[in-house]
């Protein structure tokens, strides 16, 4: 099994003329663990991961994995799997024929292509012209195309944007069994709603700077926690709720409790004998929390 190694930025700087799209960025990602590198449109989040991939010279400072530059890697697919959202692919040739050309090139095994779209659920699309792929598809075929090596490594821009719904889901148990099998994940985004569930660290920078990073958890300062709940009896699943002592509002898709933990919700509801169609617990705070931070409204 690939194990990961951390990935450190330091002092990473990168100025176009008079913009300094990314400033003196100076932070760890640890294996183990899914990190999410959040900020607005035009914080720097690309630029960073192109220097992160020796694409872009830096202006000052470094980036590398474990000590090593992207560059002077031995087996750069084994090591690190990438995916930027430029990654484009030539829409006349099958997606199993793109991979194969990067696995021969960099010595992978032959079964290597194959792998990588089973793993993502393209298998039964390798022959198809890429050409013909919706934006989801894309999403898929870059990840395959980042899991090839099997690499202890994963960086990813953006992966979630353009999923379905169930695409969203099924990402989201993917990275975080490679994170929890040792693989050190980065993945960028700039809602944070889209990656909530699935970070487990944040580091967030606005204007190319630096504004927060540690756990999720830390980001959410609200004192109010609310839940929210659906069963096809919801009239009931209200009444049983609000007779253990909760706040209950109606909304279009389900109940809101105010102060409560998912967890109790769902006992509550389990004991009353009410299957749940939907629980969830909302945070508010993390998202205000991040607003704040990057100093944008609109930025979700
Ligand atoms: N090649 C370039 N020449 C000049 N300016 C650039 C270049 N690439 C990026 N920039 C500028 O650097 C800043 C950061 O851009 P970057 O693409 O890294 O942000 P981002 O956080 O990835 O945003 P997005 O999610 O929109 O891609 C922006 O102000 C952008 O206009």
Redesign the pocket.
Known sequence: MPTGVPIEFSGLTKK??Q?A??SDLTFTVEPGQVTGFL??????????LRMLLGLVQPSSGSASFGGTAYAALDSPLSTVGASL?AASFHPGRSARNHLAVYAQAAGLPKTAPDAALEKVGLAGYANRRVGGYSLGMRQRLGLAFALLGDPGVLVLD?PINGLDPEGIKWIRLLLRAMAAEGRTVLI?S?LLSEVAQTVDEVVIISH?TLVHRGELSTLDTSDTKQVQVNAADRDRLAEIIRGAGYTVSNLRSGVLVDNAEAGEIGRLAFDAGIPLTGLSQKRTGLEESFLTLVGEEGAL
């Open positions: 176009f003329g913009v799209a990314v900020g607005p449109n035009g914080a720097g989040k690309t630029t960073s959202e953006e960028s700039h190319g």
